[in-house]
Every structure is written in C-alpha cells, then in structure tokens.
C-alpha cells in the first residue's frame, strides 16, 4: 500500500519567506511525527501527533516554527520568517497509534529545504 | 550531554567481518528501543527492536543494558549491502530521540 509521503520534494527559498511543507501520513495511522536532519546529523524531534490530543511540541525550535494535523490525517508543519539555518531535510513519520510497545514509525522521503 | 550518543565513525570493514555498535542514551526512564537504518539520502527504516533480553534477526543481535543504559548492534558476516548509518533510538513517553548515527561502509 501507499507509504508515507510528503510534498514538496525540494523547496528552494529566501531569507525571510514563509514555507510550508505537507505530509501524508499512511491511513489509518493516528500518531505523526516531524523531524529535521541537517547534513551529516541525527534527527531532531520537532513535533508529534497522536488522534485529536494536542500535540506533543516540545521540539519545535523557535516560535518560528508551527504545525497543525487537519482531521487526524494530512499534516502541514509551517516556518515563517525563514533563516538559513533552517535549511534541512524535513521528514515526516507516522505509526499506528502512540508507541505504547514496539510500534514502528514509518518515514517518509522527506522535503529538502534549502534557505538562500 | 546529549540524550542519545553514538560513535560517528565511520567503520570500514571488510566483507565477513562483525562489527558492533555502541549507544548510550541518559534517561534512565526511557520505554522501548529501537536500530534505524539509514541509506544515504534516504530515509530511516527500521531495522530491528531492542529487547531487555537481547534479540537476534538473522546476522544481526542487538543488545541493551539498562543498569549502564546502552545499547548495541552487532553484524555478523556483514555484507556490502550493509553500508548505511545506523540510527539509535530511544523512546521517551512520545518522544522519540535519535542519535545522530555511526556510518559503517562494508569494502570487498
């Protein structure tokens, strides 16, 4: 069945514009997450969803950074007033309910983001 | 200190050779554990659970030890197709926490 996705692939912007990236968790699956990976680094937790609770954001890095879940499914994490530190590979996970046990997250191919 | 340390590396190995992996993580509360694989350029996969008891999927045995709060993944016979980062992971309540890899290329 169909994976993760997420969109766009690669986004290309200036210092100062506001982005937002899109993921479409695997149906059915109730927990999201989002990370970012610079290059040659780990992920960092940004964000997580989990059903209609409120989300899990303790990662998110300045009030910059936002992200809203639209009836449980598809996922929109928003950068305003973008810095070049902020260039990173964007990746989106979902898993099938709160990782109580061994649930696995499953990623998506993430979105480059590249601040000029 | 960070929550989820890893040797970077790289290893370089030889086909047929093991290799082990360390990771120590600092919340000694952490829930469940996990090895990540990851292909350059492409996303994390999950390569294998962790269990108190250890576990063992084909050549690969991974490993925890809650007292000193690590964990670890051995290769046996490793294999070209090996050469990826492997991400540990820990799971603190929801969050999950990963290290930032250890890079192992596999050389004929």
């Known amino acids: 069945g169909a994976g993760v996705s997420q969109s766009p692939s690669n986004k290309v912007t200036e210092k100062g514009k506001d982005v937002e990236l899109r993921c479409d968790p695997i149906s059915g699956h109730t927990a999201l997450y989002w990370y970012r990976q610079s290059l040659g680094q780990g992920l960092e937790f940004l964000i997580y969803?989990?059903?209609?609770?409120?989300?899990?954001k303790s990662g998110l890095p300045s009030d910059r950074f936002s992200a809203e879940r639209t009836g449980g499914s598809v996922s929109t994490l928003t950068i305003q007033r973008t810095q070049q530190e902020d260039s990173a590979v964007y990746l989106c996970?979902?898993?099938?309910?709160?990782?109580?046990?061994?649930?696995?997250?499953?990623f998506g191919p993430g979105t480059r983001l590249t601040v000029l | 200190r960070k929550e989820v340390e890893q040797d970077p590396g790289p290893f370089n190995v030889p086909e047929g050779a093991t290799v082990a992996f360390n990771c120590t993580y600092s919340n000694s509360a952490s829930q469940s554990f996990f090895w990540y694989r990851q292909d350059c350029r492409k996303e994390p996969k999950l390569l294998m659970s962790?269990?108190?008891s250890g576990n063992e999927d084909g050549r690969f045995t991974a490993q925890l030890n809650r007292a000193s709060q690590y964990i670890s993944l051995l290769i046996r016979d490793s294999k070209l197709s090996d050469s990826a980062t492997y991400l540990c992971v820990v799971r603190d309540n929801n969050d999950m926490r990963f290290g930032a890899g250890t890079r192992l290329t596999v050389k004929p």
């Open positions: 969803f989990q059903g209609n609770s409120a989300p899990d």
């Open positions: 996970a979902s898993s099938l309910r709160l990782p109580a046990g061994e649930n696995e997250q499953f």
């Open positions: 962790v269990y108190s």
